[in-house]
């Protein structure tokens, strides 16, 4: 069993994960962090000379990609042209058991996802991977991102009589494809051809019976790289965390618009028609937050990233303090920047319950048994009788941050200096993440002063959007949502349940 040489604590009991937030009585709880920006989705993808375990490999490719999303996941594996799929909502621990695994078949190739559903709702059809059998043959689908015509494509699908089962915009992927494939002689000029009608962010893997294809879209917002196996083989993956934890090494990033075609006899072949058709904006918020600090995006360290945006902060907003705390787990890298640049110690002052998932259920709404007195403890010894800086990755709505201070407080801080390592959120993003609503966001009603002060902090500074590119070491980035400026059209309605409501109106 993993880590069976630690010592294991006695005895106590852990809280299991929900994706509900509806008690047995019908009433509204608290979803933990609910105001904190969720992540979009991890894909993985995997191809072997040999059939092997590819639904443990995956397992394991799924498990170093949860922080992506929680919601849901899935497993397809491609058995000599058969697929096995196995999907569901929940963490992959719990979808994934031992029996399950089991019951797999070894294969040459498999596709796995885990979800955040950025569009359509929480249920099992929007589960990951896809899955199409059509005239020529059959494929499956994994896809990371948010389309922005999405809505344009599906209703001239349905217009041609196109059925849709599923809510998500990955559906509309794979229904392109299809049509694409059945006037085509292969499945990679199928995707082609989709790829030229899809509009925002996508990154994909797809799997036919006899290939296993990669796809970043042409503005590159999501990350997706490969690596390669010891014995021969490949890897695909939304970050590179996730390449070590299947004992494959890092070859590359994917460019943006560079599709990947690894055929049975073990080519790659790079097809680069869509490179720079667009200009790269890769998400900055990919480096603030969305991916694991291990990580490398495109050539840029995730956990460099970070502290350098504090080591940024902490010149646009000084501090008279004695240490330098950060909000676990993705305020801590900036806080150790911030520590570094300001000469500032730079301290442990809140610990996490690491075995509260990112859904659990607080008991009630109440600010004395909040949801982030569950998942944080200060520690006394660090903030007690203490001038704090206190580094947070985002504002989104500032319920959480207010209840952070007021625990420090609690734990006896005498200043509390709140930073932010991102800009204050002022629009919707419509590529993959769920900041939908101008009206949820408290930075588009509130200055800083006022915002400093609803959230008890005696200071607040955000980190300053002109100092962006320096995180991601490019220009080429996106930053709409903190500055407006879309690097695509944009549609009317970017609700992550926009096709829920359409069809619930019907
Ligand atoms: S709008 Fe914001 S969150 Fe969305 S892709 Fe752009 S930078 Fe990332």
Redesign the pocket.
């Known amino acids: 069993m993993l880590f069976s040489d630690k010592l294991h604590e006695e005895c106590g009991r852990t809280v299991s994960a929900s994706i509900s937030i509806h008690d047995s009585l019908g009433e509204k709880q608290e979803v933990l962090f609910s105001d904190k920006l969720h992540e979009e989705c991890g894909v993985f993808g995997i191809m072997t000379p040999q059939p092997e375990d590819l639904a443990h490999l995956t397992y394991c490719g799924l498990f170093a990609l949860q922080h992506r999303g929680q919601e849901g996941c899935g497993i397809t594996v491609n058995d000599d042209g058969m697929f096995t799929t196995h999907k569901d909502l929940g963490l992959a621990e719990h979808v994934f058991t031992p029996q399950v695994l089991g019951s797999f078949p070894h294969g040459t190739a498999a596709i796995g996802h885990t979800r955040y559903g950025t569009t359509g709702g929480s249920q099992r059809r929007n589960c990951q991977p896809m899955e199409v059998n059509h005239q020529k043959g059959k494929m499956a689908l994994v896809h990371n991102g948010n389309l922005s015509n999405a809505a344009v494509l599906r209703s001239a699908l349905e217009q041609r009589g196109a059925i849709f089962h599923t809510t998500s915009d990955t559906e509309i992927i794979a229904y392109i494809i299809t049509q694409a494939r059945l006037q085509t002689d292969s499945i990679e000029d199928a995707v082609r051809i989709a790829v030229s009608q899809l509009e925002g962010?996508f990154s994909m893997i797809v799997m036919s019976a006899q290939k296993l294809i990669a796809v970043r879209d042409p503005h590159g917002?999501r990350p997706l790289c490969i690596g390669t196996l010891p014995d021969g083989g490949y890897v695909f993956a939304s970050e590179s965390c996730a390449l070590p934890a299947v004992g494959a090494a890092f070859l590359r990033d994917l460019e943006p618009g560079e599709m990947i075609v690894l055929t049975p006899e073990g080519k790659l072949i790079s097809d680069r028609r869509f490179v720079r058709t667009a200009p790269k904006t890769i998400?900055?918020?990919e480096y603030i937050y969305f991916a694991r600090p291990d990580s490398v995006l495109d050539g840029v360290s995730v956990h460099a990233a970070r502290k350098r945006a504090g080591a940024l902060l902490a010149e646009a907003y000084p501090a008279d303090a004695d240490v330098v705390i950060g909000v676990p787990d993705s305020g801590l890298d900036a806080a150790l920047g911030y520590a570094q640049a300001s000469g500032i110690p730079y301290g442990i002052g809140l610990i996490k319950n690491k075995y509260i998932g990112r859904t659990f259920i607080a008991p009630t709404q109440s600010e004395r048994v909040s949801a982030v007195r569950l998942k944080l403890s200060p520690i006394r010894e660090t903030v007690e009788g203490k001038r704090i800086v206190l580094i947070d990755d985002s504002i989104v709505r500032g319920t959480t941050s207010r209840r952070i201070v007021s625990l420090l407080r609690d734990a006896g801080a005498k200043k509390i200096h709140m930073r932010i390592s991102s800009p204050p959120f002022l629009h919707p993003?419509y590529?993959?993440?769920d900041?939908d609503s101008e009206e949820n966001l408290i930075a588009c009603h509130h200055s800083v002063p006022e915002i400093a002060e609803m959230i008890g902090a005696d200071s607040l500074g955000f980190l300053p959007a002109e100092v962006l590119p320096q995180l991601a070491c490019s220009e080429e980035i996106?930053?709409?949502?903190f500055s407006g400026d879309y690097p695509t059209a944009v549609p009317q309605s970017g609700s992550k349940n926009r096709f829920e409501q359409k069809l619930h109106a019907g």
Do not use: D, K, S
Not at 478 to 481: E, G, H, I, N, P
């Open positions: 962010a917002f998400c900055i918020f993003c590529y993959g993440t900041i996106c930053t709409a949502c």
